[in-house]
C-alpha cells in the first residue's frame, strides 16, 4: 500500500470496524468509518491521554456519545494500546482492548460490547446510554475538572472534555438541557463534535429535523466551528486549536460527514447505520480504499508504531510531568487527591454527624434533618458537592457553612451547583462528576425523580456512588396535590438493580440513611424525605435507629413471639407505631419492623432477616403510601398491603392521608383483620 502514515491508520481504524461489525454479523459500521479521522486526528494530536496510565486522573476524557460506533472507540482504544486497569486502580500489562477482543465484537464476556459500557473497558469513560447521555455527562466531566482545578491547583486538573454527538444527540431533548447549562457555566474546556452527516435509522434527517443547529449553539452562549469535510485533517487541527484557544465558552464544532465513507454503494444511506456492509460490500469497500480486499483485520506495519510515537510519547511526558507536579507540591493536597481518586473519605468524615432528640410531638420532617446531616458531612468531605434543579431549600439541600459557595465562573470550587428546571440534565451531570470521583448530590422533589431516570439508571448501570435525593415523597405533601404526589416513583425507583433506595421514618434513621450513602465506593442510592413532619421517635422507648444500617430492623416489640408484623417505611412508621401501641393494649402481640431500605435488607443474612420477619408469622401489613407492587415479598401470600392504587387528591395532607385510610386508627383496624386471619403455621 503506498499511503502516508497518517491515511494507513485512518484506514485501520475504518477497515477494523468493518470487519468486527462483517464477522459478529450485527453493528454500526458507517459511522466509524465516517469519522475514523476525526477520532484520529483527535487522539493521536490534541487529546492528552497516556495509553500507558488510563486512569491519570487529568487526561484529557473522550465520550462517545454516539455509543453505537462503539468500533471507533474500541480501535482507539487497540490502535493507541492502552492498557487494562483492574478493579484496585492497578495499571496490567494486558491490553485494555485487544485485537482478538475485537474479532470477538458483541459477543458474550468480550471487552467489545455492543454499546461503550463504563467497568467493562477500560478508556471507556462512561456508558453510552440512551442517545444524549453522553453529552450530558460529559458536562458534568467538564463541570469536575474545573472544581479540581479550583480547588488543587490549575497545574494539576485542566483537563479538557470532547464528546462526540449524532443528530440522534442533538435531537434528544436532554442535550438542550445540558449545552445551555454548560452554555451558562461558561465552560470553556468542553467541546462537542456534532457528526453532521443527515442521517439516521429512518433515513434522512429531513422526515424530522430542520433544526439550525449553529445558531441553536450560539443561542446557548457557544463557540460553533464547522469542518466542511471530516476527511480534512487539518481543517480539524485547527478546529482543536480554536477550541483550545477559546475562553468563556464551550465549543461545538459541526463536522460534515458522509456515513459509511467509501463505500460504493452504501455510503450516505441509513442502511450504513446499522447492519453489516455485507461481505461483497466490504470487499468493494477496501478496493476503493486501495486495501488488500481479502485481507481481514489487518493492522499494517508501521501502525501501531506510529500511533506510539504520536499518542503514546506525548501522554507519557504529560502523564510524568504531572506525577513529578504532584510529587514535588503539597503532600496533604497529594494525599487529598489519592484518597478522592480511590473514592475514599477523610478519616474523620462522619464525625459531625449529629444525632437527634426524642422530638414525638412537634417532630422534624426528614428532609429538615437531612440538611443538617449533609451539612455535617459536606464540611468534612470537600468533593461532596451538592446541587438542585431549582428546589434548593425546598429540598433541604442548601450547604451553610462558610466556604460553601454557589459553583458558578469566578467560583469554581462553589460546593453549591444550581442546575436550574433541567432535571434530565442534572442527573446526569453528576454521573460525570462522580466519573471524575468527586461525590455529587441532585435533588428534586419525587414525582420528578422521572425526569431524571435515565441519569438514575446510568448511575446504577455504572455502579456510581451518586446521592439522588427526592423530597415530598407521598401523598404527604398535601395540597400540591396529584401531579406533585408520587405514587408509582418508589416501586419504580426500587425496580432499578444496583440502586438502594432509603426512606428514612425519622431524623435518626436519616443520619443512618446518610451514613450509607455515602460510606461506599459503588452503587447509587436514592435518599427520600417527606416535606411533611414527623416525629422523631423516643429510642430509648424503641430500638435504636442504628438498625437502619441493616436496611430493617425491629423498631418496636411484643412480649413473646409476635403474632402480627407491621412493615412501613418513611412518614408511615409513625401510623404503625400508632396501631401498635392500640394493639399491644389489647393484647395483640404486635411487632413494628421499619424497612427503609429493601435493598440494604435482602442483602442481609437469612437469620438475620428471619429474626425480623420470622417466617411463621404470617399475619403481616405493610403500610406505604405508594403503589403495593413488591410488598408482597415481605408480607407473603396471607398478608395484606396498605398502599395507593390511585393517584391522590389536593388538600391539606392530614385530610388527603385519612381520604386514602392513612391514619394509625384506620391502620389499627385492618391490622385486627389481618391478626384475626391468624398465621397459618401456628
Ligand atoms: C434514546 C434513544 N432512542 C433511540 C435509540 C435508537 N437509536 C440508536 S442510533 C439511532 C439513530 C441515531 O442517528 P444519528 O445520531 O444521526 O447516528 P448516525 O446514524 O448518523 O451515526 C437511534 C434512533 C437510542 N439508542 N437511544
Ligand atoms: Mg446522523
Known sequence: MTKDIDTLCVDTIRTLSMDAVQKANSGHPGTPMALAPVAYELWQNHLRYDPADPVWPNRDRFVLSAGHA???????????????????YNITDEPACSLHEIENFRQLHSRTPGHPEYRWTTGVETTTGPLGQGIATSVGMALASKWQGEQFGSELFDFDVYALAGDGCLM??????????AGHLKLDNLCWLYDNNHITIDGATSLAYDDDVLSRFEGYGWNVLRVGDANDRGLL?????EFKAETGRPTLIVVDSHIGWGSPNKQDTESAHGEPLGEEEVRLTKKAYGWPEDAKFLVPDGVLEHFQEGIGKRGAEESAAWRQKLENGDQMR????????????????????????????????????????????????????????????????RLTFDGAENFEP??????????????????????????CKLR???????????????????????????????????????EDGPTHQPIEQLASLRAIPHLDVIRPADANEVAEAWRCAVDRTHNPVALVMTRQTVPVFDRSKYASAEGARRGGYVLADCEGEPELILIATGSEVQLALGAHEALVGEGVRSRVVSLPCWEIFDRQDQAYRDSVL???????????????????????????????TTFGQSAPFKDVEAEFGFTADNVAKVAREVAATGNSTT
Request: proline letters at 5%.
Open 237 to 241: 487541527a485547527r478546529a482543536f486549536e
Open 410 to 435: 469566578g467560583s469554581f470550587n462553589g460546593r453549591q451547583v444550581h442546575y436550574g428546571i433541567r432535571e434530565h440534565a442534572a442527573a446526569t451531570a453528576c454521573n460525570g462528576l462522580s466519573l
Open 334 to 397: 497529594a494525599a487529598a487527591i489519592e484518597t478522592m481518586q480511590r473514592r475514599g473519605l477523610p478519616e474523620d468524615w462522619d464525625a459531625g454527624i449529629p444525632s437527634f432528640e426524642a422530638d414525638e410531638e412537634k417532630g422534624l420532617a426528614t428532609r429538615k434533618a437531612s440538611n443538617k446531616v449533609e451539612n455535617a458531612i459536606a464540611e468534612k468531605v470537600p468533593w461532596l458537592i451538592s446541587g438542585s434543579a431549582d428546589l434548593t431549600d425546598s429540598t433541604s439541600v
Open 70 to 88: 462503539s468500533m471507533l472507540l474500541y480501535s482507539m482504544l487497540f490502535l493507541a494500546g492502552v492498557k487494562k486497569v483492574d478493579e484496585d
Open 172 to 181: 434528544e431533548g436532554v442535550s438542550h438541557e445540558s449545552a445551555s447549562l
Open 614 to 644: 420470622p417466617p411463621a408469622v404470617t399475619a403481616r401489613l405493610a403500610i406505604e403510601e405508594g403503589s403495593p407492587q413488591g410488598w408482597e415479598r415481605y408480607v407473603g401470600a396471607q398478608g395484606r398491603i396498605m398502599g395507593m
Open 440 to 478: 455529587p448530590l441532585w435533588s428534586t422533589y419525587l414525582t420528578f425523580s422521572d425526569y431524571g431516570r435515565p441519569g438514575i439508571r446510568l448511575s446504577a448501570l455504572m455502579e456510581l456512588p451518586v446521592i439522588h435525593l427526592f423530597t415530598h415523597d407521598s401523598i404527604g405533601l398535601g
